[in-house]
């Protein structure tokens, strides 16, 4: 037996050389079948990173689901899921890790298809570089435009053209060059600077790792060669530190320490520091890594911080260095990549996920929709699954922040659906929007405590929704005439009264709807500024934008009143015969019929208009509102 003495001591030294190597993100993308799968795993293959019992798997799998006859499918090695072997395709983003002397690398694998687009998002998100296969049979594909516009979006400036079965077109120099070409001319159109193009067979490890006997008019690197060199630094554009909040480290009343992961810069004891969005400056007092009490520390670690003066810092706000502070805005210009089935609805509130803060958004507007396949700027009043649009945003709270081409951790945002807690979009941020600058709340000596002191009430916004015929209008209007009798001074906000002058420009699609729930909701909040009772009458079919409405009051101000009557029951009393005519199909978007209704889930009242009758609800809800 040999000597095992210095078995930890040659243990701790291969784990700090692989410590001290510096690494590389990327990702590989493309249309489908350009052997994204084949490439990674030739890699792995090549670089002698598998043990001996994945080389039987692999082998075993190969003859079971491989591709290649009695040869080894190289592209199972990525192809975890049962669903990708069976189809041949990739779904999932598929993360590898492998390492030579020089580099360790962070591969993610990503699908092709456009419907898995969200996933070569994500993996562009955090990527250094990108392999960009390209088929040499088939050239630049709708796919291959796509993925490189969202590389773009996302950042990344190093891209490798990796024109892949060059074995099936004999190795021509001029297929390759002509791509080549093409690619460049597209990556110029996109702002990717550097592009290099490798002439591969991945199938057969043709300038992969070794040059290619097949290629020798090509006097570029190999495809490991180029990634091994690769200059990957960002441009040090941010200086000062920022270190977004991840958790208030409060074990004891001796100590309060603002824990998170340093982006940029480095943090150092006694160092001048903001912090933001209130904007109270002080000092670092002690500097908490991972092994204790450190001096200072750089970007990538995770610290904790603790101030020298006990100020209010919670999660999601940001401390910076105070020469070098990103900016504070609630209103922003930026790219967004819309991801769920759903389309997104101008107006329509979400919650923005930023670094550490969360804030809720709403997309004022959509500028354009850009067509990622000829760059073509399209006029859009929604955004499908998958598309991109440039669009402003407006937040309900100011928010730390910087433009994504400055910081990626700062500037790259997720939208989430506030029901379903689903991740809708991604984006990125340009720049704050003007008006965020420009506008401020004006002071009224008048308030609406005043106003509602003056009446002698309390103001109110009386919210009724449900169905087209199920009585809204009827019970607001006798409930607007008791009020009224007993010397309340109340406004009905009506949905067909309505539409005939402020909303008079609004149809019936989804997007529409929720313009028109979203302007009646501000009229009816300045109403109750004023001091009024406001009932509004509206169908106000989902759940999102009653939401929305219910957050512009103060606590208790809203009063969510569904007037509950089943569809048939609605259909009996369809006096303006917009039931049948939709059934007809002569009115589309029709709630109910063609267009669904999304029951509330926790109203303040609950109207059956089935058990009692118009006068009976009516005093149900003066009660509530007089008790």
């Not at 773009?152 to 490798?160: M, S």
């Not at 309060?256 to 912090?275: C, D, S, W, Y």
């Not at 809203?558 to 009115?587: C, M, N, S, W």
């Amino acid at each position: 037996m040999g000597d095992l003495s210095s078995a930890p001591a040659s243990i701790a030294a291969s784990l700090a050389e692989h410590e001290r190597r510096q690494r590389l993100r990327l990702i590989t993308c493309g249309s489908v079948d350009d052997g994204k799968s084949t490439l990674i795993g030739r890699l792995l293959h090549d670089t002698r990173l598998l043990f001996d019992d994945q080389l039987a798997a692999l082998e075993r799998d190969s003859r079971r689901h491989g591709t290649q006859g009695e040869n080894i499918d190289y592209a199972l090695l990525v192809d975890g899921l049962e669903a990708e072997r069976e189809q041949g395709i990739t779904i999932d983003v598929a993360y590898r890790f492998f390492h030579t002397r020089k580099r360790a690398f962070i591969v993610a694998d990503c699908p092709g298809h456009e419907q898995y687009t969200r996933n070569m998002a994500t993996g562009a998100s955090t990527a250094d570089l990108a392999v960009v296969l390209v088929d040499a049979r088939k050239g630049l594909l709708t796919q291959t435009r796509r993925h490189s516009w969202i590389c773009a979006l996302f950042g990344i400036r190093h891209v490798v053209l990796a024109v892949n079965k060059m074995d099936c077109v004999g190795f021509e120099r001029a297929v390759f060059e002509r791509i080549a070409g093409e690619y460049r001319a597209l990556a110029a159109q996109l702002g990717i600077p550097h592009v290099q193009a490798i002439p591969l067979s991945a199938l057969h490890g043709d300038n992969l790792m070794r040059r290619s006997q097949a290629t020798p008019w090509y006097d570029g690197p190999t495809l490991l060669e180029h990634l091994e060199a690769v200059g990957i630094e960002r441009e040090a554009v941010v200086r000062g530190f920022r270190l977004p909040v991840q958790w208030v480290n409060r074990p004891n009343q001796d100590f309060r320490g603002f824990a998170g992961t340093l982006v940029g810069g480095e943090a150092r004891v006694g160092q001048n520091v903001v912090v933001l969005p209130s904007g109270r400056r002080t000092r670092i007092a002690r500097l908490l890594g991972a092994d204790g009490e450190c001096g200072e520390a750089g970007a990538g670690e995770a610290v904790t911080l603790v101030l020298e003066e006990e100020i209010d810092v919670s999660r999601g706000d940001v401390i910076a260095a105070a020469d070098d502070a990103p900016e504070v805005a609630d209103q922003f210009a930026a790219h967004l990549l819309w991801l769920d089935a759903h389309a997104l609805m101008p107006g329509r509130s979400y919650w923005l996920r930023l670094g550490t803060a969360t804030a809720s958004a709403t997309v004022t507007e959509i500028k354009h929709r850009i067509d990622v396949n000829t760059q073509a700027q399209l006029a859009a009043s929604v955004l499908e699954l998958n598309e991109v649009g440039y669009v402003n945003l407006a937040l309900d709270r100011a928010i730390a922040f910087e433009p994504y081409a400055r910081q990626r951790e700062l500037g790259a945002f997720i939208l989430i659906d506030r029901q379903s807690n689903a991740t809708v979009g991604a984006g990125t941020i340009d720049f704050a929007l003007r008006r965020a600058h420009n506008l401020h709340w004006q002071h009224l000596d008048v308030d609406k405590a005043a106003r509602a002191r003056i009446k002698g009430q309390v103001p109110r916004c009386v919210w009724f929704t449900g169905l087209s015929g199920a009585g809204k209008s009827t019970i607001a209007n006798r409930v607007d005439r008791r009020l009224h009798a007993m010397g309340f001074h109340t406004f009905v906000l009506d949905g067909d009264n309505v539409r005939h002058g402020l909303n008079r420009d609004l149809g019936f699609t989804e997007a529409d709807r929720v313009e028109n729930i979203r302007r009646v909701a501000e009229v009816a909040k300045l109403m109750t500024d004023a001091g009024l009772i406001v009932l509004v009458s509206f169908i106000s079919p989902f759940r999102a934008e009653r939401r929305m409405a219910r957050e512009l009051f103060a606590p208790g101000e809203f009063v969510e009143v569904f007037v509950d009557t089943p569809l048939d029951v609605a259909e009996r009393r369809d006096v303006k015969g917009l039931y049948a005519k939709a059934r007809a199909g002569q009115i589309p978007n029709f709630t109910g019929i063609s267009s669904p209704y999304e029951r509330p889930e926790a109203a303040e009242l609950v109207l059956d208009t089935t058990a009692a009758d118009a006068d009976a609800l009516a005093q149900r809800v003066i009660d509530y509102l007089t008790r």
